[in-house]
């Protein structure tokens, strides 16, 4: 699967942005998605995940009650809603594809990689 993340942009602290990631293939509902992000002189670290079937969603604790991930399988397509941004979400936003069931949540268990899209938030 081929993905592409789009919407990053430059944001004040407190904006909103959506990020999308549209995949190609035939198979999209059949991965855990994910996103992932990486800042400057930092390691990529987890964001958050979403099940097949929309039936979990998972959140690094720094965004949990910020950040709503979504997926529309008829659409080939992964959200993340982005609210209420501070300066240390700023980063290179990737979506990723896992075809482990109980992944998505770890840079290691990664299929599939989007190009990133850059997000930078003012203060």
């Known amino acids: 699967v081929q993905l592409q993340a789009s919407g990053g942009g430059l944001v004040q602290t407190g904006g909103s942005l959506r990020l999308s990631c549209a995949a190609s293939?035939?198979?999209?509902?059949?991965?855990?998605m994910g996103w992932f992000r990486q800042a400057p002189g930092k390691e990529r670290e987890f964001v958050a995940a979403i099940s097949r079937s929309t039936i979990r969603t998972y959140y690094v604790d720094s965004v949990k009650g910020r950040f709503t991930i979504s997926r529309d399988d008829a659409k080939n397509t992964l959200y993340l809603q982005m609210n209420s941004l501070r300066p240390e979400d700023t980063a290179v936003y990737y979506c990723?594809?896992?075809?482990?069931?109980?992944?998505?949540?770890?840079?290691?268990?990664?299929?599939?990689w989007g190009k990133g899209t850059l997000v930078t938030v003012s203060s």
């Open positions: 293939g035939r198979t999209f509902s059949s991965y855990v």
């Open positions: 990723a594809a896992d075809r482990d069931p109980t992944g998505g949540r770890s840079v290691r268990s990664v299929d599939y």
